[in-house]
């Protein structure tokens, strides 16, 4: 059901300050001889050439000293991951394969997916914590892989930097070729969703730090709602989310019964849905305003059927929600196949007509293996000098 993690995260001996907190940044600072009286100062000042600017060198910092420059340099960084490989989908949205800088940075490197989905109105990133996934879900080609470890704070923090980077979305700087501006002239990244490889809840501390930082007034500013958790249903977790995040709450339901939850997400034989579904309906700040997404994807002759719908309604009786419907989306070896689309547009109806908002999802990125419950990357099958070149395209376009 849950996956061991078969490897520890082991710090360079040159660390990174993305991710930390003002309190361990000021820490950090502290331990190279800044003065106590200075310390709010200069956490002030490299958080905002970090998180406002977008800062990728200390020598970039041109509000803080040339000494003090110079040995921020000596002993830290700003790196984030590294783009070992792009794919661009007819859609525009786009995958990037993230190599993590650290002590993996050689011959077998730990590497994150990361996808970025522009939309008319927004631009959604989706960010990965764990390298692998926790879980085994049948329906998702990224529960097939092994798990290998948890992400830190700053490795997911460093995939929105990456992303800003890579799209030119800091103040001042070239927005990427090809990349789609939202019709309101804002940021490029101005949602960020919880969804890329890994259970979320199952690195809560990590999680919660990062999306601390992402929603940071002071720094990239990205709303709380605008960004949401989504979990395959770690019950004991998802109040701490409510109360120590404040995110929006996604679950990934996608069975109405236990005994199909079970094999479709087994983490339900330890977390079925009465009990899930009583976590949700006590989510801190749950409201008509702050509604729990529910996620359900449409697999044909296993939980499309309009009694299903019917149960999914009553199931969900009482608690403010969305109900996201998901087209599957085949990957090889897959053994479900997708609903038709008369089918899904019934069972929308069903749950449209009880009064929930029952988007179906708009399949992005299938063509680059980018959507919902692909992210297991074909690169990792290339050649070395393949996936160099890959690498090479993608720092040139």
């Given at each position: 059901?849950?996956k061991t993690p078969?490897?520890?995260?082991v710090p360079?001996?040159?660390?990174?300050?993305?991710?930390?907190?003002?309190?361990a940044?000021a820490?950090?600072l502290?331990?190279?001889g800044?003065p106590e009286?200075?310390?709010?100062m200069?956490v002030?000042?490299?958080?905002?050439?970090?998180?406002?600017?977008?800062?990728?060198?200390?020598?970039?910092?041109?509000?803080?000293?040339?000494?003090?420059r110079?040995?921020?340099?000596a002993?830290?960084?700003?790196?984030?991951?590294?783009i070992?490989a792009?794919?661009i989908?007819?859609?525009?949205?786009r995958?990037?394969l993230?190599?993590?800088p650290?002590?993996?940075?050689?011959?077998?490197?730990?590497?994150v997916e990361?996808?970025?989905?522009?939309?008319?109105?927004?631009?959604?990133?989706?960010?990965?914590?764990?390298?692998?996934c926790?879980?085994?879900?049948?329906?998702c080609?990224?529960?097939?892989?092994?798990?290998?470890r948890?992400?830190?704070?700053?490795e997911i923090?460093?995939q929105?930097?990456l992303?800003?980077?890579?799209?030119?979305?800091?103040p001042g700087?070239?927005?990427?070729?090809g990349a789609?501006?939202p019709?309101?002239?804002g940021?490029?990244?101005?949602?960020v969703?919880m969804?890329?490889?890994?259970?979320?809840l199952?690195n809560?501390?990590?999680v919660?730090?990062?999306?601390?930082?992402?929603?940071?007034g002071?720094?990239?500013?990205?709303?709380?709602?605008r960004?949401?958790l989504?979990?395959?249903g770690?019950?004991?977790?998802i109040?701490r989310?409510g109360?120590e995040?404040?995110?929006m709450l996604?679950?990934?339901l996608?069975?109405?019964?236990d005994e199909?939850r079970?094999?479709?997400?087994?983490l339900?034989?330890?977390y079925?849905?009465?009990?899930?579904?009583?976590a949700?309906?006590?989510y801190?700040?749950?409201?008509?305003?702050?509604r729990?997404t529910?996620?359900?994807?449409?697999?044909?002759?296993?939980?499309?059927?309009l009694?299903?719908?019917?149960?999914?309604?009553r199931?969900?009786?009482?608690i403010?929600?969305?109900?996201?419907l998901?087209?599957f989306?085949?990957?090889?070896g897959?053994r479900?196949?997708?609903?038709?689309?008369?089918?899904?547009?019934r069972?929308?109806?069903v749950?449209?007509n009880?009064?929930?908002?029952s988007?179906v999802?708009?399949?992005r990125?299938?063509?680059?293996?980018?959507?919902?419950g692909q992210l297991?990357?074909?690169?990792?099958?290339?050649?070395?000098?393949?996936?160099?070149?890959?690498?090479?395209m993608a720092?040139?376009?």
């Open positions: 059901m849950e078969l490897e520890r995260y360079p001996a040159k660390p990174s300050l993305v991710g930390l907190s003002r309190p940044l820490q950090a502290g331990s190279i800044v009286r200075q310390l709010d200069r002030s000042q490299i958080w905002h050439w970090l998180y406002v600017r977008g800062a990728q060198h200390f020598e970039a910092m041109s509000s803080v000293s040339k000494d003090l110079a040995i921020l340099a002993n830290f960084t700003l790196a984030r991951p590294q070992a792009e794919q989908s007819v859609d525009g949205t995958k990037w993230l190599r993590l650290g002590e993996h940075a050689g011959e077998n490197p730990h590497e990361c996808v970025y989905i522009p939309e008319a109105d927004r631009g959604t990133l989706c960010l990965s914590t764990q390298v692998g926790t879980l085994n879900c049948s329906f080609h990224t529960g097939t892989q092994r798990l290998v948890n992400l830190t704070a700053g923090v460093g929105v930097l992303a800003r980077d890579r799209l030119g979305d800091w700087a070239k927005i990427s070729e789609s501006v019709s309101d002239g940021r490029l990244v101005s949602n969703v969804m890329g490889m890994g259970e979320p199952y809560f501390e990590a919660r730090d990062a999306l601390l930082i992402v929603a940071d002071d720094g990239i500013s990205i709303s709380k709602r960004i949401t989504s979990t395959s770690v019950v004991p977790n109040a989310c109360t995040i404040g995110v996604a679950v990934s996608h069975a109405v019964r199909l079970d094999v479709l997400v087994p339900n034989r330890k079925p849905i009465r009990d899930l579904l009583a949700c309906r006590a801190p700040g749950l409201s008509n305003a702050r729990i529910f996620e359900y994807v449409m697999l044909e002759d296993v939980n499309d059927s009694a299903d719908a019917k149960a999914l309604v199931l969900l009786a009482g403010p929600a969305k109900i996201n998901i087209p989306n085949p990957w090889p897959s479900y196949k997708c609903s038709d689309w008369d089918r899904i547009e069972f929308s109806e749950v449209f009880a009064g929930y908002a988007p999802r708009t399949p990125g299938r063509d680059i293996l980018a959507a919902c297991k990357s074909a690169t990792e099958k290339l050649s070395a000098r393949e996936r160099l070149a890959l690498r090479a720092m040139t376009d």
